[in-house]
């Protein structure tokens, strides 16, 4: 990615996070932002939603995202009109890393949390079933803001393409509004986490909670963030660019300590869940071999398992789907370790492993992640020098450390 790319998605991105929260909550949709500047294409369901707004405009808008919020109210029918309210809430997607974050979270509270995964929307009816009556009074607050907001677009934006994702936004932040709201009229003291920056946190601090923004992966450029009052962060890069959007920001960070690892001669390779090239990842467990390392390959939970099956069979090559991903870096402590571009490759530099990337290209990240790791095959000549020598490998190591602090 360039740096003039890098620009136009910040100079969208600033602009929209300079928005009234709910503005900023309906138009800061980071899909538009990296379909517009990016270039990547809009799902199946939106392409069918897209070409009946194209034929009913606004009125169809309004329409559609009403029958959307009333499916919304409707799937809670059978839930009690009135729950135990809870102490503390952790709104998250159940990734991986944010096991950790909510056990820190319980450490630090000394008491439990409802976890809520925010891809169901049923999860948050946390005070009980919301009424319908509830749900109607914030669309219909929503409605002539989402209507202005289609007309006066983004520059970048394309205005059908913003009208369909307006109408399927405008129900579900209605939705997430009213029932944070009844959350907060029962007892406002309530904590909010979030592992995201999604409707779910935009909707409870446009309500009036503090909510904590607690990162689980790497900042990508194209987040609008609402109005965070904390912010856990991963690395101080991550948290200033934080800070210097949202004014105010209280910013804490992880604590950056690397582990002194044995001089193991094993590579370790992480899987994503998205689909991979194989090729170049063939190309380095047999380079690792050559130098004498065992390669051993934690999948994905949520990955394609049918791309390492055809390496099951080869002589030095191990694959290990036991305990989570901090065991997994314990039983084997590798002198290297290899994925794209999560935050595998930051885990991987502070348990002691020399990270390798395998992407081509730099993605739109905040945190500059080429600097703490090598890259495969670009850096081929280097990795071998690191597998040859051990102080080498050590020196590289402290210098990718030194990014952190």
């Given at each position: 990615?360039?740096?003039?790319?890098?620009?136009?998605?910040?100079?969208?991105?600033?602009?929209?996070q300079?928005?009234?929260?709910?503005?900023?909550?309906?138009?800061?949709?980071?899909?538009?932002?990296?379909g517009?500047?990016?270039?990547?294409?809009?799902?199946?369901?939106?392409?069918?939603?897209?070409?009946?707004?194209?034929?009913?405009?606004?009125?169809?808008?309004?329409?559609?995202?009403?029958?959307?919020?009333?499916?919304?109210?409707?799937?809670?029918?059978r839930?009690?009109?009135?729950?135990?309210?809870?102490?503390?809430?952790?709104?998250?997607?159940?990734?991986l890393?944010?096991?950790?974050?909510?056990?820190?979270l319980?450490?630090?509270?000394g008491?439990?949390h409802?976890?809520?995964?925010?891809?169901?929307?049923?999860?948050?009816?946390?005070?009980?079933?919301?009424?319908?009556?509830?749900?109607?009074?914030?669309?219909?607050?929503?409605?002539?803001?989402?209507?202005?907001?289609?007309?006066?677009?983004?520059?970048?934006?394309?205005?059908?393409?913003?009208?369909?994702?307006?109408?399927?936004?405008?129900?579900?932040?209605a939705?997430?509004?009213?029932?944070?709201?009844?959350?907060?009229?029962?007892d406002?003291?309530?904590?909010?986490?979030?592992?995201?920056?999604?409707?779910?946190?935009?909707?409870?601090?446009?309500?009036?909670?503090?909510?904590?923004?607690?990162?689980?992966?790497?900042l990508?450029?194209?987040?609008?963030?609402?109005?965070?009052?904390?912010?856990?962060?991963l690395?101080?890069?991550?948290?200033?660019?934080?800070?210097?959007?949202?004014?105010?920001?209280?910013?804490?960070?992880?604590?950056?300590e690397?582990k002194?690892?044995?001089?193991?001669?094993?590579?370790?390779?992480?899987g994503?869940?998205?689909?991979?090239?194989?090729?170049?990842?063939?190309?380095?467990?047999?380079?690792?071999?050559?130098?004498?390392?065992?390669?051993?390959?934690?999948?994905?939970?949520?990955?394609?398992?049918?791309?390492?099956?055809?390496?099951?069979?080869?002589?030095?090559?191990?694959?290990?789907?036991?305990?989570?991903?901090?065991?997994?870096?314990?039983?084997?402590?590798p002198?290297?370790l290899?994925?794209?571009?999560?935050?595998?490759?930051?885990?991987?530099?502070?348990?002691?492993?020399?990270?390798v990337?395998?992407?081509?290209?730099?993605?739109?990240?905040?945190?500059?992640?080429?600097q703490?790791?090598?890259?495969?095959?670009?850096?081929r000549?280097?990795?071998?020098?690191?597998m040859?020598d051990?102080?080498?490998?050590?020196?590289?190591?402290?210098?990718?450390?030194?990014?952190?602090?």
């Open positions: 990615m360039t740096a003039s790319v890098d620009a136009k998605i910040d100079r969208v991105a600033q602009t929209l300079s928005l009234p929260p709910v503005a900023r909550a309906l138009l800061g949709r980071e899909q538009l932002i990296m517009r500047v990016l270039g990547r294409e809009i799902g199946p369901r939106e392409h069918r939603l897209m070409g009946l707004l194209s034929w009913t405009g606004q009125p169809g808008m309004l329409l559609i995202s009403l029958l959307l919020l009333l499916r919304r109210v409707w799937a809670q029918r839930l009690p009109r009135r729950l135990p309210l809870p102490q503390a809430l952790f709104i998250g997607i159940n990734a890393h944010e096991i950790d974050l909510r056990q820190d319980r450490d630090r509270l008491h439990d409802v976890f809520v995964d925010e891809r169901q929307m049923d999860h948050f009816a946390l005070a009980g079933r919301l009424r319908l009556g509830s749900a109607l009074k914030e669309w219909a607050r929503l409605a002539p803001l989402t209507l202005k907001c289609s007309r006066d677009t983004v520059e970048e934006y394309d205005t059908l393409e913003l009208r369909t994702s307006l109408t399927m936004r405008l129900p579900d932040l939705h997430l509004i009213a029932q944070f709201r009844e959350l907060y009229a029962a406002r003291e309530i904590l909010i986490a979030c592992s995201t920056a999604d409707l779910a946190a935009h909707a409870a601090s446009i309500v009036g909670f503090q909510a904590e923004y607690h990162q689980h992966g790497f990508t450029r194209t987040l609008v963030f609402p109005n965070f009052a904390t912010m856990i962060a690395t101080k890069v991550e948290g200033a660019h934080l800070a210097s959007r949202v004014p105010g920001l209280r910013v804490h960070c992880l604590p950056v690397i002194e690892c044995p001089n193991v001669r094993i590579l370790a390779l992480a994503i869940y998205l689909k991979i090239d194989i090729t170049p990842v063939i190309a380095l467990i047999r380079f690792a071999l050559a130098q004498n390392y065992k390669v051993v390959i934690r999948p994905h939970p949520q990955g394609e398992d049918a791309v390492w099956q055809d390496l099951t069979g080869m002589d030095g090559v191990v694959i290990d789907t036991d305990g989570g991903f901090d065991d997994f870096l314990t039983k084997w402590q002198s290297f290899v994925t794209w571009f999560s935050t595998t490759l930051l885990d991987g530099l502070l348990a002691g492993a020399l990270p990337t395998l992407s081509t290209g730099r993605p739109n990240l905040v945190f500059p992640f080429d703490i790791c090598m890259s495969w095959p670009h850096d000549l280097e990795l071998e020098q690191c040859a051990e102080t080498n490998r050590l020196n590289v190591l402290k210098s990718f450390s030194k990014v952190l602090s």
